[in-house]
Structures are given as C-alpha cells and as structure tokens.
C-alpha cells in the first residue's frame, strides 16, 4: 500500500501552527511514504503575496526538511494557490519565480475578495452565487492556465 497526504499546512500557512519537522515525524509514525506541503498563497485584489507567505523561507525550510528525512519519506514541495483570478499579475510573478512539484489550486473568496465561508448563504442567490463561482474558475482555467 502506498500511503501520502498531498494537502498539508505548516506554520508558513495562514491557517496552521504546525512546524514542518512536526508534520515530517509524524507522517513515518503513521506510514506514510510522500508528503507535500501545501501552505496557502492567498492572492488578494490588491497586496503582494509576500504579504500572505514568506516562501523564501519556506523553501529554506524544504530544503533541510528534504536532506533531513532523505530515504524516510519524499517531500514534495507543494502549494495551494488561493484565488489567482483576483490578482493575475501576482500569480503570474510567483509562477515565474518559484517552481512547485504540487499545486492546488482553491477559490475561497470571490471578486472584491468576498470571502465564501462569511456569506449567510440563507439569504443569497444560490444560482447567481454558483454562476460567479464558476466563472471564477474558468477565467482561472482558462487565462491562466492553471
């Protein structure tokens, strides 16, 4: 059986505390053979992304991860790009400059950076809200290439 976990978040994420050499030591406790880690890269209507994610850092922090657990478990070097369609040009500069072996790719927040777990969605039109959701990730899909 081959055992791997593609969707994990460290402490460089906006959502976790975990350190990475936590994550490592516990993944060969519980078998696993790969892991990726996948901290957030929000993209906001306006900002950087180095705002949201120190990834110089973080592929430090790979790095010796990489080299430590070397014959114990693979380290795949992922991300989860939230929201590219907000803010193109910066996808575009991270894309350019750091290379991923794992992308997610994730729409959490719509145009003007609504974010879609705040909504009451009791009082929203559900079809007009799935339509925008989907247009989305088509222009993701489609302009840029994700």
């Known amino acids: 059986m081959f055992l791997f976990d593609y969707h994990t978040h460290t402490g460089f994420s906006c959502d976790s505390e975990e350190s990475l050499e936590r994550m490592c030591e516990k993944a060969i406790q519980l078998g696993l053979r790969e892991l990726a880690i996948t901290d957030h890269a929000d993209f906001l209507t306006h900002g950087v992304f180095e705002d949201e994610i120190d990834l110089e850092k973080r592929q430090t922090a790979m790095q010796t991860a990489q080299q430590k657990y070397a014959g114990q478990l693979v380290i795949r070097n992922g991300i989860e790009l939230g929201q590219p369609q907000a803010n193109p ?7 350019e400059n750091y290379s991923f072996d794992f992308i997610i790719g994730s729409i959490h927040n719509l145009e003007k950076d609504l974010e879609l777990d705040r909504l009451d969605y009791a009082s929203v039109d559900l079809e007009e809200l799935y339509g ?15």
């Open 89 to 95: 040009k910066e996808y575009r500069r991270l894309m």
């Open 132 to 146: 925008r959701f989907f247009g989305c990730r088509d222009y993701t899909g489609e302009r840029l290439r994700f």
